[in-house]
């Protein structure tokens, strides 16, 4: 069975904080799949642009919701 995604609640913040946050959460618990709750549009830019530049993979958005892997090309 697969791994259910690590959630990080970032609803109600600001862009830069969910990817923030998401970064923070990756850092102090490794690789394996993220899902981020952020509902400031800045996200839908902001967390694809991080996920690209650490190397995760960007597996699924909905309205809300990412949902990332981090491997090991993204760690730290």
């Keep these: 069975m697969p791994e259910e995604p690590r959630e990080v609640d970032a609803r109600g913040l600001r862009c830069p904080i969910p990817a923030l946050r998401l970064a923070r959460a990756v850092r102090e618990s490794g690789p394996g799949r993220y899902r981020l709750l952020a509902d400031d549009p800045a996200a839908a830019a902001d967390i694809p642009a991080l996920a690209a530049e650490r190397g995760w993979a960007l597996r ?3 309205s ?11 760690w730290p």
């Design 60 to 62: 699924a958005t909905g």
């Design 64 to 74: 809300g919701w990412f949902e990332v892997e981090a491997g090991p090309r993204g």
